[in-house]
């Protein structure tokens, strides 16, 4: 009598679980794809984009962003048929805990991006500290690429990568904060066909970026940040204008690609803009002029990018530090002379000690003078 096999599952049973196994390969392998289908998100139609309508919202914040961003967030609804990106300014050093504070405000899920991530629905993205956010093909791109408004992440590169991905379906939300970041990329917005919304200057903490927009932008919607939210939810649900007839322009998608870190478009970067008399203060290069309309900006050959409010303050936190080291070592010649002007006494020769004390006057005069321009605001 031959002997017979008994195994513990059936081969009904094996093949379920061969057939979970690469469903969770598939899965590792393909992120954005349905793992009961093998379609991609986008083949899907479920949890994804539609290209017919206002599906993606890009929001920009600076100071006093954290307290407008959550107030915004957490009144969106959870079926909310729109992807959120956000770039708020803080300090590189800070932990990236944006993600964390919405999400437990918001009925909407907050994550951090990573690079390659998909861009989908229903959920709220925030960038990778010192790090851009861009949006490229349903994906998110993270890059320590070079820095625009004195910032990185900056709400420039975000706005303009989504404009030049998205187009008309696009809706761009300036909050409070300070200078002017996030105008320029919502030019970039309104040229591509989509919606300008800024919160009213006169609700904002901080005016700066508000009162930029409105001032160099035809914006769509002004209005206090508390309906914000109902507007949204209201635009999201309207049809969006055909692509077609918002075409991008080269220069736009070759400050996208630059700030992508794109080689190539990097070595093309003298030919945006005309070359101007003004050095980077990032990296002392030749700065590029733009004239974006009546807004003035300028770039470097090295990707580095100004509006000219930037530029100014970028030039006047150098000249201050400056001053800095120049009154620091103005202080020790003065001591350093005070030294030989003792020495000269102890030695008799009254003369030169006398010189030695005319040049410590002189010096003084110097240092008082950089003292009053260093301490000017606090009189």
């Not at 070359?275 to 590029?288: D, M, T």
Request: aromatic fraction near 4%; charge should be negative.
């Amino acid at each position: 009598m031959s002997a017979q096999l008994h195994f513990p599952f059936s081969t009904s049973d094996f093949a379920a679980k061969h057939k979970s196994i690469k469903i969770i390969i598939d899965r590792i392998r393909h992120p954005s794809r349905s793992p009961a289908s093998g379609m991609s998100l986008q083949e899907m139609g479920g949890n994804t984009l539609d290209s017919h309508k206002h599906d993606v919202i890009v929001i920009g914040a600076s100071a006093g962003g954290v307290e407008a961003l959550t107030a915004l967030t957490k009144d969106l609804p959870a079926n909310l048929p729109a992807a959120i990106a956000v770039v708020l300014h803080l300090a590189p050093q800070i932990p990236g805990m944006l993600d964390s504070i919405l999400s437990r405000l918001s009925l909407l899920p907050a994550t951090q991006a990573t690079h390659g991530m998909p861009f989908e629905e229903k959920h709220i993205y925030t960038p990778r500290p010192d790090h851009h956010l861009l949006i490229e093909d349903h994906r998110l791109r993270v890059i320590h690429g070079p820095k625009e408004n004195r910032y990185r992440p900056s709400v420039d590169v975000l706005f303009r990568s989504a404009a030049v991905a998205y187009g008309p379906r696009v809706i761009g939300v300036i909050l409070t904060g300070s200078l002017d970041d996030g105008t320029a990329g919502l030019l970039a917005i309104k040229r591509r066909g989509g919606l300008a919304v800024v919160q009213d200057p006169d609700d904002a903490l901080y005016a700066g970026m508000p009162r930029s927009a409105i001032q160099h932008v035809n914006v769509d919607f002004c209005l206090p940040l508390a309906e914000i939210p109902a507007l949204l939810t209201r635009l999201t649900s309207e049809p969006a204008e055909a692509d077609e007839a918002y075409p991008v322009t080269e220069d736009m998608q070759r400050e996208v690609r630059i700030a992508a870190m794109d080689m190539q478009a990097l070595d093309e970067a003298k030919t945006v803009g005309n070359p101007s008399i003004y050095s980077c203060p990032e990296c002392g290069g030749v700065l590029w002029e733009l004239q974006d309309g009546e807004l003035l900006r300028f770039r470097c050959r090295t990707g580095h990018a100004f509006s000219i409010q930037a530029l100014l303050t970028e030039q006047q936190d150098a000249i201050e530090a400056a001053l800095w080291v120049a009154l620091k070592v103005l202080e020790e010649r003065v001591s350093i002379v005070r030294r030989l002007s003792e020495g000269a006494e102890d030695r008799g020769n009254s003369a030169l000690a006398a010189t030695y004390i005319n040049k410590i006057r002189d010096i003084e005069d110097h240092t008082a003078v950089i003292r009053r321009v260093l301490f000017a605001g606090e009189e």
